[in-house]
């Protein structure tokens, strides 16, 4: 029974057709993104196999199967070795008026018992919504698996409002130290791009840096607690993994 035979099948078309997005993925070298749907095929295949009576369709399913296993496997391995060797580089594309991209959603996956220092680079941590933004980042720190130890900010210094900025920023000092977790902040004028680097060995750089949120329509809106339903602005997250981090 051939691929055409499987195709006349739904569960197995719509399996087959998230497959050639993974190898149409893996040749555009989007390597992570072509993994997710390799995993998402294989479990589609899978469900239908166990649906399945038909031996010679069951065979056919099988060797389907095994294959897309082989070239999944092999990517994977591919990717640690890209990452291992400071070559690994996954972008998200944040689409304007997105939703589901709240810190947790976007970092969690590369937070772990490992992380203990953190550096971010971002010169507009100044106004007060961007001030609440570092401070929701750092209670992501505090409250994730992570063990941080010590964050490094490095901003600019808002030279209009620069007393509430100074302000704000020792509250959020003398808050973390309370939880054991110690601020070091240094201002630079000159700052532009914007970077947040784990101990770990994870890069991240985010177009917008921490303040890629929209403002909420009103106090009670869905989206003004809870960030994963909050809107976006447009922006771009280019995430690298180097084995020998530096300080900002």
Known sequence: MSR??????????????????????????????ALVCYQEGIDLLLQVLKGTKDETKKRNLRKIISDHMDR??????????EKEAGKYHKQIKIEENATGFSYETLFQEYLSETVTEVWIEDPYIRHTHQLYNFLRFCEMLVKRPCKVKTIHLLTSLDEGTGKDQHSGLEEIKQSLR?????????YS???????IRFNNGWIIKIGRGLDYFKKPQSRFSLGYCDFDLRPCHETTVDIFHNKHTKKI
């Open 189 to 195: 004028s000159s700052i532009h791009d914007r970077e």
């Open 178 to 186: 309370n939880h054991g977790v110690s601020l070091e902040l240094e």
């Open 4 to 33: 055409s035979s499987l195709a006349q099948d739904p569960g197995s078309t719509a399996a087959l057709t998230v497959l050639k997005r993974a190898l149409d993925l893996e040749s555009e070298s989007r390597g992570p993104q």
């Open 72 to 81: 999944a496997e092999h990517l994977k391995k591919r990717l640690d070795q």
